[in-house]
């Protein structure tokens, strides 16, 4: 199995549509759900380079900003950038943005410390261009983050992300090039920590 045929559910690589973006960043979801409590799991120091890739409105983007030395989110859509930009500003973080669907990141090689991806990796079309082009970025001791729904539940695939075989997803992102170092549970998620594969 390869790092493009990991999921259980039809509705993968179906992008969250820009008109809905509200639903993903606003005050009833951050205190619902605070992306402090995923972000403290990620062990970020405060001087790594961190890539919110599918950033969205920046949910996630701008508690990075808070502890990382640099932010930087990633998305296709250039309206969701503009809503991270607009919630950094608000925010009063610096976070930088680049527009990208994953085939080319403007980033230099090996200048990364972590990439983050939180209920997005299903979304992307190309997944084996995507890890290539994060080890790519990535420094020799670059980590990748992937946080996906993996505990289904009444409705929970008509209102939320696709849920993902574990034992699948391991083995496509090693098979990419990346060493899966721990598999933890997060509420109805798992957090995939990965790292660079310093042998391949």
């Known amino acids: 199995m390869d790092a493009t045929n990991i999921l259980t559910e039809p509705?993968?690589?179906r992008r969250f549509p820009e008109k809905l973006a509200f639903m993903l960043n606003?005050?009833?979801?951050?205190?619902?759900?605070?992306?402090?409590?995923?972000?403290s799991k990620l062990r970020i120091s405060s001087n790594d380079?961190?890539?919110d890739f599918g950033c969205g409105p920046g949910f996630f983007t701008i508690p990075i900003a808070r502890v990382a030395r640099r932010a930087i989110g990633v998305?296709?859509?250039?309206e969701m950038?503009?809503?991270t930009a607009n919630y950094a500003k608000k925010s009063r973080v610096s976070v930088e943005t680049i527009e990208s669907d994953g085939n080319k990141i403007d980033l230099p090689d090996a200048t990364v410390d972590l990439c983050l991806l939180v209920h997005v990796y299903h979304?992307?079309?190309n997944k084996s261009k995507l890890l290539d082009e994060f080890l790519r970025i990535l420094k020799p001791s670059g980590k990748l983050d992937i946080v996906e729904r993996t505990k289904g539940g009444l409705f929970a695939e008509k209102l939320g992300p696709p849920t993902v075989n574990i034992d699948g997803f391991k083995q496509g992102i090693?098979?990419?090039g990346f060493i899966t170092v721990e598999i933890a549970p997060y509420e109805k998620d798992s957090i995939?920590?990965?790292?660079?594969?310093s042998l391949r």
């Open 11 to 13: 509705h993968a690589h």
């Open 26 to 39: 606003n005050p009833i979801r951050r205190l619902l759900s605070p992306p402090d409590r995923l972000i």
């Open 49 to 51: 380079v961190v890539v």
């Open 75 to 78: 998305d296709v859509s250039q």
């Open 81 to 83: 950038l503009r809503r």
């Open 123 to 125: 979304e992307v079309a």
């Open 174 to 176: 090693d098979n990419a």
């Open 192 to 197: 995939f920590y990965a790292r660079k594969n």
